[in-house]
């Protein structure tokens, strides 16, 4: 085969390896939409206190159901939260339930037309649940997968 066939090849596999990561956003996280630290935009992150209204389980990519909280917040705003994968939630033991007061730290971002809040952090009953680090990484994912937070 010709040396241009080769280069042709090459050319090819880098631009299928380019694209990779825009087709297959950060999997497994959890979010049933492959949410990760992609969607996260640390200067939009706000802190946002009020009450659970609603608690769905969405499923997700290889087995990753996500957990999802409507909020009311004191100011009268409801948010959709979007938490992580409800079994790393689970391993936390946490749990949320309509009617909890809780308090969220998040990036507040527009994703396919809607406002949502991307969670970093909740904290309900004095308890901290830690969900991604500053940068809006996933501490399920990765090297901070086998971390207790």
Known sequence: MSRRFWLAILALL????SLAPA?????????????GSRLYDPNTELTVSGKVTA????????GWDGLHLTLEA??????DVHLG???YIHRKDFAFAKGDKINVTGSRI???G???MVARQVVKGG????????QGRPYWAGRWQGTDN
């Open 23 to 35: 087709a297959f956003p950060q999997m497994g996280s959890g979010m049933g939409m492959g949410m």
């Open 85 to 87: 994968p409800a079994a």
């Open 127 to 134: 308890k901290t649940l830690l969900l991604r680090d500053a």
């Open 74 to 79: 004191n100011s009268g705003i409801t948010y």
């Open 55 to 62: 608690v769905e389980t969405i499923p997700g990519n290889h």
């Open 110 to 112: 527009l994703y396919h």
């Open 114 to 116: 809607a406002q949502i």
């Open 14 to 17: 880098a631009l299928i390896f």
